[in-house]
């Protein structure tokens, strides 16, 4: 699902290498609920010079479990995980992706194809050779910018995940335009909330694969807290 550019082209090239061998998985498994979720993203509107590669720090990290009626089970050894959905402000009117790199390239496209045509510049992450059944560590190579690196723990059944980007940049607005990036365009107060910051919907998903097991899309929308105008970071908690 996901291809690559020149950075990209190892990172691929290393995820059919590692998967090449194993059997093929059954079904995927759909988890919908994250709890003890929390977020942060910095920087999401700003450029810090012309032509620099950008300054979005984006941390996430939660915990979920198989559904009584669903479970499911994985081995981490040797596994993989791809991303559809960083910080997609999805909902019609919203600015979709929200953590690209040069040139307004997507790092991942959404697993449906909702955009025609659509490249991701980040491969699957393949566990490192220090991973377990029960604890695996994903990170892109050393030159490929964006970093990013991933952890994944199953604790007694309870899965818990942490995922962090640098670097990252946010849409250019116009595109074209290196020196002017683009801030959600959803915030809006919520009546229902005592919160007085106004918020904007995200969803966030990705896929583990261990190639032998059902694997595992967990896809969840969360609430983030957006900064007044002429700030630009966001929270989720």
């Excluded at 999401?44 to 479970?71: A, L, S, T, W």
């Excluded at 025609?116 to 699957?124: D, E, M, N, R, Y």
């Excluded at 393949?126 to 490929?144: G, I, N």
């Excluded at 005592?194 to 595992?216: C, E, L, M, Q, Y």
Aim: glycine share 8%; hydrophobic share 35%; charged share 25%.
């Amino acid at each position: 699902m996901m291809r690559a550019f020149p950075c990209r082209t190892l990172l691929a090239t290393g995820a059919l290498f590692a998967l090449a061998g194993l059997p093929a998985a059954a079904s995927a498994v759909e988890i919908n609920d994250v709890f003890d979720f929390r977020g942060t993203v910095t920087d999401i509107g700003v450029q810090r010079g012309p032509g620099q590669i950008g300054g979005i720090e984006y941390r996430i990290e939660g915990k979920f479990e198989p559904k009584p009626d669903e479970p499911f089970d994985l081995d981490l050894t040797k596994s993989t995980v791809t991303f559809h959905n960083l910080f997609d402000e999805y909902l019609q009117g919203g600015n979709g992706e929200m953590v690209l790199t040069t040139d307004n390239a997507r790092l991942v496209c959404p697993e449906d194809p909702l955009i025609p045509g659509c490249t991701p510049v980040l491969a699957p992450l393949v566990s490192s050779s220090s991973s377990e059944s029960d604890e695996a560590k994903y990170e892109t190579p050393s030159r490929f910018r964006p970093p990013m690196r991933v952890q994944i723990k199953n604790v007694n059944g309870v899965y818990q995940f942490n995922i962090r980007l640098d670097r990252g940049l946010s849409p250019q607005v116009p595109p074209g335009d290196p020196d002017h990036r683009q801030f959600p365009r959803l915030c809006a107060l919520d009546p229902l909330s005592k919160s007085k910051r106004p918020v904007t919907s995200i969803r966030h998903s990705f896929t583990i694969s261990d190639g032998k097991n059902a694997p595992v899309v967990v896809d969840f929308v969360k609430t983030w807290e957006c900064d007044p105008p002429g700030r630009y970071h966001l929270r989720s908690r």
